[in-house]
């Protein structure tokens, strides 16, 4: 469960130009907060420090509320093929299908599986 705002909390994000609205449950950002935050994830920026570089307490958000807005701003932003193609720092390399024929595949594709059956390949020698 989320953890709830207090009403100081409450009147202290208010006080940030980039929120938009905030409730003892939720909180809202401004699209220049959205945009804003982009920018500086794509230099790497660790995420409680871009909350924090923009006048927020992560630790007062919570991890599920800073991760859920990370989730749903990756997914606004970026293209299906940008998704598939990036790599965060929580995913695991699935076994790759053992029945793929690299030659029926567009060359782009055909890489891209190839790559993910070496990096699972690799783990595999290593265990």
């Known amino acids: 469960m989320k953890r709830l705002f207090t009403p100081e909390e409450i009147e202290l994000l208010e006080k940030n130009i980039y929120t ?3 409730s003892d449950t939720m909180i809202k ?3 220049d907060f959205r945009d804003d935050f982009w920018k500086l994830y794509l230099t ?4 409680k420090e871009i909350f ?3 006048g927020y307490d992560a ?3 919570g991890t599920k509320r800073t991760d ?3 989730y749903n701003l990756r997914k606004e932003r970026l293209t299906n093929e940008q998704r598939l193609d990036s790599i965060s720092r929580t995913s695991k390399v699935r076994r790759p299908p053992s029945d793929v024929k690299y030659s029926e595949m567009k060359s782009k594709e055909a890489i891209k599986a190839m790559e993910i059956e070496l990096t699972y390949l690799r783990q595999e020698v290593n265990f």
């Open 44 to 47: 790497d920026m660790p995420v």
């Open 20 to 22: 938009y609205k905030v």
């Open 52 to 54: 924090s570089t923009l």
């Open 68 to 70: 859920g807005f990370v």
């Open 59 to 61: 630790e007062m958000l």
């Open 29 to 31: 950002f401004t699209d």
